[in-house]
């Protein structure tokens, strides 16, 4: 493990590199690898002496005065600019710093523009001033310093775009390099087959070299997207290729625990579709393989990106609403249920399991807060050819009697709205949007189609009380999703040991929370606990 010497106050840093896999130490101790220095705008004498005698490297970060630290690294820093705007982007010798981001990162920073810069310096990132590039990021082998003058203020240590800048600079001044692009094969090419093929091949890092599926018509859609990818009819030949680095088991959940296994016993990382499996029992056995054999594992839950969730989360985490209390979510309509396996109760796991696998994961990522017990209840009334629940209500109650409900129906005449969302200060509530796609045929007349409500992503309207006894309302502005963030992180936590968003114990959590749902769903809705 990379032992790294961390001096300065940044928590949420040293957190986040400790998720890295790397081993943070609070202070300058002997046999480390290297050494972070975190807000490092003014160092006394002494700790400059220690830094330039050390024998590893060192990576200063924040708009540091010229010092000996600063002539060490080859640079004269000049000016500090205002604090403003700025994008950081590649410089000449970026390597793979900024492999696989989402763009340029932007911050709000001020920093020093280099009147010198040695001509053995790395020039790492840059921003731009005034139409001219100036370094923000360097690193001179030759004395094994880098600098990082983007890191001033609280914002950009909170932001886990810029830990990852950090963590890839680490890595640069460390010598480690990412290595070939990870090899994707996919077993069950059904509905999903399509997102996955094409997040792959649109993700730096991964590579879709075989599918497998016994229905070569799927095979063939495979090949639509990516024609060189090798066909399989038997998932254990799937599990048997060679060229094959990471499984994505997209087989029926009833079926998940059983392939993942398979394929992790084989070798294989693994990556499976939502829901994780059906019970507690089975996600530990899953986990606990996947670290006996130092494999990675992760769930597929690709609605945490879903814009309007993400927007909604950002309202509740900056504490706009104040702390919350109360949280419900609804999916559903009048209309009988599909007739695929996802309506089939034994191989679905239930109503509760299909789209609860969503929006119980949603509540739990908002509320960090033990689960008390869970209450459920179920209907069976109207669509008698199917065996999951016709409507089905969730309600986690956790320690500080906070509480969140999500209910799925297909007897909903009447919607509810998609979020309603109660703090101390405020409240939010999601409205569905009723959205059609209107076009012309080949002879000019007009063709609609109606969307789905559950395709559009929801109008959010926070309210805040003004202190007069009325509220003020806002239409929240709904970003678009960023592209393939599960895939990128994906490839992030294979290629640089980066954390996902989506964790194993999260994925867990939200098991444990739909079979407690289940078991008291059929106990007429009595309270039970989370199993062990």
């Known amino acids: 493990m990379t032992r790294v010497s961390l001096l300065g106050p940044a928590p949420a840093l040293a957190s986040y590199l400790a998720r890295c896999g790397l081993d943070i130490l609070p202070e300058l101790t002997p046999d480390v690898d290297a050494v972070l220095v975190a807000g490092a705008a003014d160092l006394s004498e002494q700790l400059e002496d220690r830094l330039l005698a050390l024998?590893?490297?060192?990576?200063?970060?924040?708009?540091?005065?010229?010092?000996?630290?600063?002539?060490a690294a080859g640079l004269v820093p000049g000016r500090l600019t205002p604090l403003h705007e700025v994008r950081v982007r590649p410089g000449r010798d970026v390597g793979q710093v900024m492999d696989r981001s989402v763009g340029d990162l932007l911050l709000t920073e001020q920093w020093p523009l280099q009147d010198k810069v040695a001509d053995d310096v790395e020039i790492v990132l840059t921003a731009n001033v005034a139409f001219s590039d100036h370094p923000v990021a360097s690193w001179r082998p030759a004395?094994?310093?880098g600098m990082l003058t983007v890191g001033s203020t609280q914002t950009s240590y909170g932001?886990?775009?810029?830990?990852?800048?950090?963590?890839r600079l680490l890595r640069h001044i460390l010598g480690e390099r990412d290595g070939r692009p990870v090899r994707v094969g996919v077993l069950g090419y059904g509905a999903i087959g399509h997102e996955h093929n094409a997040a792959i091949g649109l993700t730096e890092g991964l590579s879709l070299t075989a599918v497998c599926d016994p229905n070569p018509q799927r095979l063939d859609a495979a090949r639509s997207l990516a024609p060189e990818v090798r066909g399989h009819t038997d998932g254990r030949d799937?599990?048997?290729d060679d060229g094959v680095d990471l499984v994505v088991v997209s087989t029926p959940p009833s079926s998940h625990a059983e392939w993942t296994?398979?394929?992790l016993e084989a070798g294989k990382s693994v990556v499976v579709e939502k829901p994780f499996c059906l019970t507690v029992a089975e996600a530990?056995?899953?986990i606990a393989v996947a670290a006996e054999r130092g494999l990675a594992l992760a769930v597929y839950q690709n609605r945490r990106w879903d814009p309007d969730y993400l927007a909604l989360k950002q309202v509740v985490r900056s504490g706009q609403i104040g702390d919350l209390f109360h949280y419900e979510s609804f999916l559903g309509g009048y209309g009988h249920p599909c007739n695929y396996w996802h309506s089939d109760e034994t191989v679905s796991g239930g109503a509760i399991y299909d789209w609860g696998s969503h929006?119980?994961?949603?509540?739990?990522?908002?509320?960090?807060?033990?689960?008390?017990?869970?209450?459920?209840?179920?209907?069976k009334r109207v669509w008698h050819d199917v065996t999951n629940a016709d409507h089905s209500r969730v309600l986690l109650h956790f320690v500080d009697g906070a509480e969140a409900e999500f209910t799925h129906s297909d007897l909903s005449a009447a919607l509810k709205p998609k979020f309603y969302v109660l703090g101390t200060r405020g409240g939010l509530i999601g409205d569905w949007r009723h959205e059609r796609v209107v076009a012309r045929s080949s002879v000019g007349t007009l063709l609609e189609d109606r969307l789905a409500h559950s395709d559009s992503p929801a109008d959010l309207r926070v309210f805040v009380p003004n202190g007069d006894g009325r509220t003020h309302e806002t239409l929240l502005a709904v970003p678009s999703a960023p592209p393939q963030p599960f895939h990128r992180q994906l490839a992030d936590r294979l290629l640089s040991g980066e954390p996902m968003d989506i964790t194993l114990e999260s994925s867990r959590r939200t098991v444990a929370v739909m079979q407690a749902a289940t078991l008291s769903a059929a106990q007429g809705g009595l309270p039970v606990p989370l199993p062990a």
């Open 261 to 263: 296994l398979k394929a």
């Open 284 to 286: 530990d056995q899953q």
């Open 159 to 167: 932001d886990p775009l810029w830990h990852r800048l950090v963590h």
């Open 238 to 240: 799937l599990l048997e």
């Open 359 to 379: 929006y119980l994961d949603w509540a739990l990522d908002l509320f960090d807060q033990e689960v008390e017990w869970v209450s459920a209840t179920s209907h």
């Open 143 to 145: 004395t094994g310093i």
């Open 55 to 71: 024998d590893v490297p060192v990576l200063l970060v924040g708009p540091t005065a010229s010092t000996a630290v600063t002539d």
